[in-house]
């Protein structure tokens, strides 16, 4: 059967997306009872689910996935299943698996193409997010290749592609477009430094970072915007819902795609819902074949609000503050991840201050960061200041030496990697099998850019 996927100018307002939730949550319910572990579950006829009575269910846990490893949430036939995934793995404990059918996919890549970075087929497409096993850069690398651009499929947490390496493609493949972390542009920028080059000498033509996997604070963005030269764009996913669940209008603002995802924001502490607020963001997936999901808990610290925005979509407002089992309580304030780190990169830039770690300790936070001998009173006055102006309470800011918190010699270290060799002229080539260190390689060696390429002939 084919369907109808709502697109962006088809309703004006949060009335008529409301519509589209009750319209769809009676099929949301029918084709999750085609799963074993929705089957029965919640004893309602779906046709008369709407908006008023989904609040009356139970709710989705991460521990449900878990204990549904694998198929145990497939509401589809095996035929159906084009492709599967796990969880980042942020959590500890047991994987949780993901699945999408075709239909799925055509969705996710359209999905994706909405937000603000409007790919086209002029575009290098550096995919600098990692392929095993979730779904973000097979996202962006489809809706890539959908959009006719080049891709560049880098990956992360892969050993073969060192921070030099990335340096390199950034430069020699004149890349436009990369997608990544947003720790990336901060590390490949302490790289670059490393080097002795400034980070556009090896990004001239890049016009846009996506950044995705992490919370990103304004100031965050806007410190990797003036380190790149570049705009920079929010997208936020997980991939038990579906990758990419909310990205950035014309605007600059993140909204929730509310059309695909129904949300609700859960107080952990009184377990009561509420359409918008600040609490755990809980989703009810209105498209998805292969796995859909009722009132589940992404475990993520958001606010949601339904405030006009001047793009005219009437989607939701998110944002995303971190992982809320995450936060830590600093004298009786529930303290998130993009907090600390909005007071972090709103220091002068010319601080120099890359990166930064925090804990809480009996009750108050211990903030370090990096930064030269030179500059270390500013930082700690301006700091401390910043973050009793953003979170009410008092840290302990200390200043550590560059190379404390990120090992700069690890970040310019060449790769370890290479193909096994079965038959070579020198012993040394016979080391092993198990992707063994190339012959004759030292452990470590100097950091080393490959050499400036050709540029694209002009046509
Ligand atoms: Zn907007």
Redesign the pocket.
């Known amino acids: 059967m084919g369907r109808h996927l709502p697109t962006l100018n088809e309703w004006s307002d949060f009335a008529g997306l409301r519509q589209i939730w009750d319209e769809r949550l009676p099929d949301v319910l029918r084709r999750a009872n085609r799963s074993d572990f929705y089957r029965g579950r919640f004893g309602t006829d779906p046709a008369t689910l709407t908006t008023r009575t989904l609040a009356g269910l139970p709710l989705t846990r991460k521990d449900d996935l878990r204990a549904c490893y694998p198929f145990g949430m497939v509401a589809v036939p095996r035929r159906e299943l084009i492709s599967y995934h796990e969880s980042s793995g942020t959590s500890p404990g047991q994987t949780t698996a993901s699945f999408h059918t075709e239909a799925d996919w055509s969705e996710m890549v359209e999905r994706f193409g909405r937000g603000r970075q409007r790919l086209t087929d002029t575009d290098t497409v550096l995919v600098r997010v990692p392929y095993a096993m979730v779904t973000i850069a097979h996202q962006v690398h489809a809706a890539a290749r959908e959009a006719r651009s080049m891709v560049v499929p880098a990956d992360a947490r892969s050993t073969a592609m060192t921070y030099p390496r990335v340096l390199g493609l950034l430069r020699d493949v004149r890349v436009t477009v990369a997608a990544a972390l947003p720790t990336e542009p901060l590390l490949w920028a302490a790289c670059a430094r490393m080097l002795d080059e400034s980070p556009r000498e090896f990004a001239p033509d890049l016009r846009t970072l996506i950044l995705t996997g992490e919370p990103l604070s304004p100031a965050r963005r806007s410190r990797i915007q003036e380190l790149w030269g570049c705009d920079a764009t929010v997208s936020y996913g997980n991939s038990e819902c579906g990758s990419n669940l909310a990205g950035e ?1 014309p ?1 600059g ?1 993140l ?1 929730l795609w509310a059309d695909r995802y129904l949300p609700e924001i859960l107080d952990p502490r009184t377990g009561s819902t509420s359409e918008e607020g600040r609490g755990r963001l809980l989703l009810t997936t209105l498209v998805r074949e292969a796995m859909p999901l009722v009132r589940y808990d992404t475990g993520d610290a958001v606010e949601l609000s339904y405030d006009d ?3 005219g ?1 009437a989607l939701p407002r998110i944002r995303v503050l971190g992982r809320w089992e995450q936060g830590v309580t600093v004298e009786g304030r529930l303290v998130f991840v993009a907090e600390v780190e909005e007071a972090v990169y709103r220091l002068p830039a010319e601080l120099g201050v890359l990166f930064w770690r925090a804990t809480e300790d009996k009750g108050s936070l211990r903030v370090l960061v990096e930064a030269e001998a030179t500059t270390a009173d500013r930082v700690t006055a301006c700091l401390t200041d910043l973050l009793t102006e953003q979170l009410g309470v008092q840290a302990a800011v200390t200043v550590v030496a560059p190379g404390t918190l990120v090992d700069r010699a690890e970040l310019v270290r060449e790769s370890h990697i290479a193909k096994p060799r079965y038959l070579s002229t020198s012993a040394a080539g016979a080391a092993g099998l198990l992707y063994p260190p190339p012959a004759g390689g030292a452990a470590t060696t100097a950091a080393r850019v490959p050499r400036h390429g050709a540029p694209f002939p002009r046509r």
Do not use: N, S
């Open positions: 209008c605007e603002v909204h925005c001047a793009c979509w």
